[in-house]
């Protein structure tokens, strides 16, 4: 029977529960449930909503039940309908009606908020801690590979020289932001809702403030009606996790790009690559295009829940109780994919000759070139023009700017000199980046320390 029964004469059809029973995937916030019961049982019981004794009595139940739970002793049953259910009625058959005064000054509806706040606060620090350790890896990464030139580009043409170091400290920026931005989401989630009742609060003099401490939430919710209908939180997470995806999805395909005979800068570790069922020579890089395939299963987690939430008028509206499987599948990806996606850096291995041989095939030390005549007193256009004719040559002779003798160097311009291929050398190029911000060795350390600095400040506590 259910335990809003009294009203109704029948019981609902089969199939009305095979749609509405969510017990299925909330019963993971069994742990947010039994704590926030807690909490508001204390507080009924400290305000003399109910007795000192029955307060005392639900709590010690409810910590039994989700003891027999975590012992296996205690299954979650589908007539429960959700995990709120489950806990009361479970609460209810061990202690009688002390059991059902839980409910007193309380709804499902703030219930629910008040839960999914707990469970998503507890997963946001740990995807938080898991990204810092990818920031780890990657600085790890960037620490041996200071002076590994290889060409960056743009439009995936090769474009200037810069360092494998650098290239790394790139995502590492991406996570830091990554990392403040869960923060933000986290700082904004950090509110209880608990109290907000079905939707105009309660008529009972209860303490939200106490229960709101007790529960470690900074601050309350403002208004009851938002305080139940409000999933911003649940939206924002995901959007934070999607930007992640994002990045991560970007790194994936530079490092498929990266294994393939085309590029060959680096090699993945046995344990992180997959071979083909047919191609004996295949080895390839499914972790990373697996990551870069869930980012489409977090975006589209993303849309169904700003689609759910669209239009609907406050407060408490059952659509709501779709929130769940989204966030919950957003969590899990985001969890799986962010611990194998480091140890796959960890254990990939660079290919500095490879890396070099590209930077030096593609005339990336143009932009170089016109600068050093810049510097012998032309006005940039005309220096640009000047190399554009060298490269021209170079390509139809099947030269680059390191192989071209002087006399054809003189041949273009007279202003080219002996020293024209020490000011082209790659390692010249790189060097002389070495504003804040480029691939300068120098530069690249400062950046690091930046980073280190960071995860610093938020792992040593
Ligand atoms: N299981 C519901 C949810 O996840 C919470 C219960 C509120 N239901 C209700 N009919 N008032 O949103």
Redesign the pocket.
Known sequence: MKLWSGRFDKDTDALVDELNV?IGF?SRMLPEDIRGSIAHAGMLGAQGIIEQTESEKIIACLKEIQADIEAGRLEFSRDAE?I?MFVETELTRRIGDTGKRVHTARS??DQ?ALDIRLYLKKEAAEIKALILELMKVILKLAEGSLDVIMPAYTHLQRAQPTTFAHYMMAYANMLLRDVTRLEDCMERMDECPLGSGALTSTTYPIDRHRVARELGFSRITQNSLDGVSDRDFVIELMGCLSILMMHLSRLSEEIIMWCSWEFKFIELDDAYATGSSIMPQKKNPDIAELVRGKTGRVYGNLIAMLTVMKALPLA?N?D??ED?EPVFDTIDTVKKCLPVFAAMLDTMRLLPENMRSAAGAGFINATDCADYLVKKGLPFRDAYTIVGRLVNYCIANNETLETLSLEKYREISPLFAEDVYEAISLETCVAARYAPGGPAPDSVKAQMEYISDFIRSRTSS
Do not use: G
Request: aromatic content about 8%.
């Open positions: 969510s909330d959700d709120h499902r509806n629910v408490y059952k709501m109780q769940k």
